[in-house]
């Protein structure tokens, strides 16, 4: 923020992964930091992701939103959001602000799903606990295997593999759930602890043949 101010250039935030996440009452990057909201010259961000709806929005000064109005191919040729879409967004933004206990009950699961990840000696990269967790495998094949054992036993989480991420990153995102029981968390890790284990020993079974 000082760089920035330094340099009297402007800050785009993208709070995609942030809202309804970071900051104790879920307001996103600004509440985590104790940031005033006023010093960000533009923030994105997506109704996909904690609003459970479709679409995105745009927040800066009046005079930067008109301007944007004019100029952006999204207005300019398109559709704004069908009301059932920002129904259910505005719905979400409601259970958020009414009940922000939603957001500790995410940080705290989270946690625990990452502390329990660790503890089973699964690769969670830079993870740092935030509603969405990723397990690294050490092939796409290894966790090609370990989502389809998953889904096997009704448990989605589809895999992401080149070129989503970098080729030898392969790994499942975990999105975790203020819905989600500990008992949950804990079935899932163990099931991937499991199907890793299984892929590895076939592998070596089949490198020795
Ligand atoms: C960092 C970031 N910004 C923006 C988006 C856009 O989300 P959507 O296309 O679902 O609105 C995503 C989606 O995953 C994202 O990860």
Known sequence: MDIKDRHDAWLLLDE???YGVLGKTGRGLCEHFNVDPKRIELTIGTLSKSFASSGGFIAADT???EWLRFTLPGFVYSVGLSPATVASAHKALDILRAE????TKLRSNSCHFL?????ANLN?????????VPILFS??????FVAETLM??????????????PKDLP???????AAHSIADLDRVVVAVAHAAQLFQTQHARLSAE
């Not at 502390?115 to 503890?119: N, T």
């Not at 790994?171 to 759930?177: A, E, Q, V």
């Open 139 to 144: 092939s796409p094949e290894e966790c090609m």
């Open 152 to 165: 096997a036993q009704g448990i989605y989480a589809p895999p992401v593999i080149h070129v989503g991420i």
């Open 63 to 65: 005079n930067v939103i």
């Open 16 to 18: 995609a992964h942030s």
């Open 115 to 119: 502390d329990a990840a660790k503890a």
């Open 171 to 177: 790994r499942i995102r975990f999105f975790i759930s």
């Open 124 to 132: 969670t990269g830079m993870a740092v606990g935030e509603a969405v």
């Open 100 to 103: 922000p206990q939603r957001v």
